[in-house]
């Protein structure tokens, strides 16, 4: 069973950086895509950034040039390192990982980490 397990999300001052981590558990195979989404309440869950077949990277627009998405050595985790932060990126953060093929293919989700900007 794979399991997601994020950390990091804080609150802090607009212009702050924060680094929230997802470690993942369990086999992986056939990874499709492991990165990071938020959501604020009463709107849709969005892609923040993302590794896509291998090392490729993704990111929304929003967030070019002030988050970077990134593998670290320990095995099965990704980390999103987001400065220059505004008020406008408070959400719930949530690690993403898309694994599997065809009939397997599969979607998992953490639990969410707040990450709360004050202006």
């Known amino acids: 069973q794979v399991q997601l397990v994020e950390s990091g999300g804080d609150l802090i001052q607009a212009g702050g950086s924060l680094t929230l981590s997802c470690t993942a558990s369990g086999i992986l195979v056939n990874v499709n895509a492991m990165g990071w989404y938020r959501q604020t309440p009463g709107k849709q869950r969005e892609l923040v950034a993302i590794f896509t077949d291998g090392d490729n990277t993704n990111y929304a627009d929003s967030v070019k040039g002030r988050f970077t998405i990134s593998r670290d050595n320990v095995p099965n985790t990704v980390s999103l390192q987001m400065n220059s932060l505004k008020p406008e990126d408070t959400a719930v953060y949530y690690c993403?990982?898309?694994?599997?093929?065809?009939?397997?293919?599969?979607?998992?989700w953490g639990q969410g980490t707040q990450v709360t900007v004050s202006s």
């Open positions: 993403n990982l898309d694994m599997g093929r065809s009939y397997f293919r599969r979607n998992y």
